[in-house]
Every structure is written in C-alpha cells, then in structure tokens.
C-alpha cells in the first residue's frame, strides 16, 4: 500500500540558532480551560456513544469560548460579582436509528466536573453559566464518518511533530507543571492554576518569565503575596536544575501602589481575561514559534476521523519513537498530509526529516528502517485513537 512515505536528512536553522523562545500556557489560563473542556467533553462523548451504541459516533466539540466574569478581590477576601460564561458549540450525533443522545446534559455535566477538577477555588454552582450551543453535524462529513472499512479524513489538512525538545522546552513544560502539580498546591494553597511560562534563549543564556495568580482569600497582605511569589522563584529554579536561567515572577506587579496579580479563584477567567479553543499549546503541550507547528485545534475534534487531531499528535509520537529507537538520529520532525475523503492511514504525504551523521550504507539501512516503522505507525492508526479516549496523549 503507498503511502508515500519519504525520509531524508535536513538542516533546521532553528535548532543551532541564537535565539529560541517558548511559552506555555498553564491549566489554569482562560484558553487551556476552553481546551480542557473541549477535550473532556469529546471523550466523555466518545465513552458515551461506545456505552450506547457500541461505537464512536460524528462529533467535533473544538468550539468553546470563555467570556471572563467579574470578580472584587483584595488581600483577604474574593469573590466572583459576575459569572464565568462559558459557550459550548461544534456538533455532535444527537440519535440514530435506535438511540437518542442527550449530548447538551453530557457536556454541560462534563464540563462543570472539569472545572472543579482544575480550579480548586472557583464555586462552579454560583459562579459559572454554561450555555451549550452544540448541534447536529453537516450531513457530508457525518456520511463520510461512517463508511464502512478504513475511516476516511473528514478534512484536508496536516499535522506535524518534532523530537526531542530542547532544553529550554523541557524547562518551560516542567516548570509549569511542577507549579501545577498537586505537591506544590499543598505546600502553597496560595497559589491559583492560572500559570504563564514564558522560556527565552539567547545564545546560552536562558530567562524565564512566569506569571502565576495568586489567591487572594489566602494572602492576608502584601508581604504573605511577597512570600508567594518567593516560593514559586525558588521552585522553579529547582526544577530549571542549574543557576544558570535567570527567573523572574509577575514583573506586571507594583508593590508600591500594591497592584499584584491576586485573583478570586485562581484564574484570571474571573475578570476580563476571556479563552478560546486553540489559542494555546499545541498537542506536545507547548508554543515554539521557532519550530515546526500546525494552528489546528486538536482539542476537542473527534479522535477518529478528524486529521487536525490525529495526525498532529500521531506526529507527535512517531518523532519521539523515531529518536527513542534510533541514537543515530539527533532531531527529527514528521509532516502528515491529508486529502477528505482519503483513508486515515493513507496520507497524501508522509514526511520525514531527519539530523544524522550517517553516511552511505549505514544512512540507506536507517533510511529503510524509519520508513518501515511510519508504515507500521500508519497502519495501526487506531491506536493513537486509542490513546486519546483513553487520554494517555498530550492534547494541549
């Protein structure tokens, strides 16, 4: 079966050049909880069609906006004087011949669950409105969803990845993970989910600019927020793991004036920051302006057909593979093609680029050997479906 499939080696300037920069925005910023929902709202629609029906039916739930509320916080005290308003749309299979879907109650219910999961502060009774928009699909691209045999592409469009992150990209998704993580919440229940991480790197010389909402109700005065901000500094430089990266936290804030970054709940949703479904990181969880980087919105497409999805994080985990099973490759990055109405596993093309001291035979033989291990990656493309219900992938 073709798949035209091509591997050759490439020069990419970004990877040597003075300059890197790379951000990523935390669980708690407005347009990773537009994200977050649209994800969990397709799995839970996903598990809900398997349990009904036995299969996975049509849907595309990658639409979700988040109007910022109001919020009159000041060290001390918080609260929400305006709702969150949280709009949910895209399309879904709503019935078939035998069943009735009730998809406004799943990812209402779905999404109110989220919420509290992530935003350890926020009242999702009292404090969020959720207007579910979602409708049926078009009628096209629900025909080609259920052809019989392999799945077909319900888009023309591609996906790509890159292995192995850079250094400065392994800090920055540490960071804020570690800053997210339920360990260092324990430790500072001060601390909101709303956390930026922006990573620069000139030459060798690395800066790292956070942003992390504090939760006012747990800061009594300007030097319990001082202390805060220490803590996330002094975190941060452990997990970067050298004393090389300079760190620096809410450069907004003016203590003189006492202007910080407190919040309410954690989340500057609360009050004038609105979110929106792939504004954010992309499926390896970062933003890398100066690498290879798809603006489809995978969270929340349908994991089955919908190539803005699979083929970006199936990218994602062919690079990977491809660098973990072959020391001789240094870099690599993948480009998936897709045609609608194409099958899935057959892309229009399939690139491969790869960095390698390999010359001669010994190139042909490792050439041969990552073609083979695409084929098979493609072959199996329901696997990385798998994955995604099963969420053991990044998304965003």
């Known amino acids: 079966m073709d798949r035209n499939i091509n591997v050759e080696k490439t020069l990419h300037k970004a990877v040597y050049g003075d300059t890197e920069i790379v951000e990523r925005k935390g669980i708690g910023h407005p347009d990773s909880l537009c994200d977050g929902i649209a994800e969990q709202i397709s799995v839970a629609l996903c598990k809900h069609y398997q349990k009904e029906t036995g299969t996975i039916l049509h849907h595309n739930t990658d639409k979700v906006l988040l109007n910022a509320g109001q919020a009159e916080v000041r060290f001390g005290y918080g609260k929400i004087t305006k709702p969150i308003h949280i709009v949910l749309s895209g399309n879904a299979t709503f019935k078939t011949d035998q069943h009735e879907i009730d998809v406004p109650h799943v990812a209402t219910k779905t999404t109110k669950e989220y919420l509290n999961n992530v935003l350890r502060y926020l009242d999702v009774k009292n404090d969020v409105e959720i207007d579910c928009r979602i409708a049926s699909g078009s009628v096209d691209l629900a025909e080609i969803y259920k052809r019989k045999g392999?799945?077909?592409?319900?888009?023309?469009?591609?996906?790509?990845?890159?292995?192995?992150?850079?250094?400065?990209?392994?800090?920055?998704?540490?960071?804020?993970?570690?800053?997210?993580?339920?360990?260092?919440?324990?430790?500072?229940?001060?601390?909101?989910?709303?956390?930026?991480?922006?990573?620069?790197?000139?030459?060798?010389?690395?800066?790292?600019?956070?942003?992390?909402?504090?939760?006012?109700?747990?800061?009594?005065?300007?030097?319990?927020?001082?202390?805060?901000?220490?803590?996330?500094?002094?975190?941060?430089?452990?997990?970067?793991?050298?004393?090389?990266?300079?760190?620096?936290?809410n450069t907004g804030d003016d203590y003189e004036k006492q202007s910080v970054f407190i919040t309410a709940t954690g989340t500057s949703a609360e009050h004038g920051d609105p979110g929106e479904v792939g504004r954010g990181n992309r499926v390896n969880g970062l933003i890398t302006p100066f690498k290879p980087m798809s603006l489809e919105a995978a969270a929340g497409k349908n994991p089955v057909t919908h190539i803005g999805k699979i083929y970006n994080i199936a990218s994602m985990l062919l690079a990977n593979q491809i660098v973990k099973e072959n020391t001789e490759v240094e870099f690599c990055e993948v480009y998936l093609l897709s045609q609608i109405g194409s099958p899935v596993d057959q892309p229009k093309a399939a690139d491969v680029q790869i960095r390698t001291k390999l010359e001669g035979a010994e190139y042909d033989t490792l050439k041969k050997r990552i073609g083979d291990l695409v084929d098979h990656h493609l072959e199996t493309i329901e696997e990385t479906t798998t994955l995604i219900i099963n969420q053991k992938v990044s998304v965003f």
């Open 150 to 249: 392999k799945k077909s592409s319900n888009d023309t469009s591609f996906g790509c990845g890159y292995a192995p992150l850079s250094p400065l990209e392994q800090k920055v998704l540490s960071i804020e993970r570690h800053l997210n993580s339920k360990e260092f919440k324990q430790r500072v229940p001060a601390s909101g989910e709303d956390v930026k991480v922006m990573g620069l790197r000139k030459n060798n010389r690395l800066r790292v600019t956070i942003a992390a909402a504090v939760v006012g109700s747990q800061v009594a005065h300007l030097e319990a927020y001082q202390d805060v901000m220490a803590r996330v500094k002094e975190e941060a430089h452990k997990i970067a793991g050298d004393g090389d990266t300079e760190i620096v936290v």
